[in-house]
């Protein structure tokens, strides 16, 4: 068996140094600020459950108007949930006449994955 290290596809020299892997090196003050934020918009049932109807919509996008109906909530409750992911930097949107339209912003889980992938050598077993 080879010890050589796998390779960790689409993971760019960006998502690296912003976000270095749990086990590469340990976060610095301003990496750890900005990751909690991250983690503190997830951290809410309501407000994952809304990023992964964003990302899982066919298009890449979803109007807020498909959104709230998937919930018992009220539209400011809603639109506040979709605030904290947007300031968190993981969605952005747009105004298109009356409605609100949502995306997940590119690399955004991208840089999340590579910061919680663990780099395994070749022939280790789980």
């Known amino acids: ?25 340990p976060l610095d003050e301003d990496q750890a600020v900005e990751l909690a934020k991250v983690f503190k918009a997830l951290g809410d049932p309501v407000r994952l459950r809304l990023l992964s109807l964003i990302a899982s919509r066919a298009g890449g996008e979803v109007c807020v108007c498909d959104l709230t109906p998937a919930f018992d909530l ?5 639109s506040h949930h979709l605030k904290l992911l947007r300031q968190a930097g993981l969605i952005d949107c747009e ?12 690399g955004a889980l991208d840089r999340l994955s590579a910061f919680l992938t663990t780099a395994q050598k070749a022939g280790t077993t789980a």
């Open 1 to 25: 068996m080879s010890n050589q290290e796998l390779v960790v596809l689409g993971r760019t020299d960006e998502s690296a140094v912003c976000c270095p892997g749990l086990l590469t090196a």
């Open 74 to 78: 009220s539209q400011p409750t809603i």
């Open 95 to 106: 105004r298109r006449g009356t409605w609100v339209y949502y995306w997940v912003l590119p």
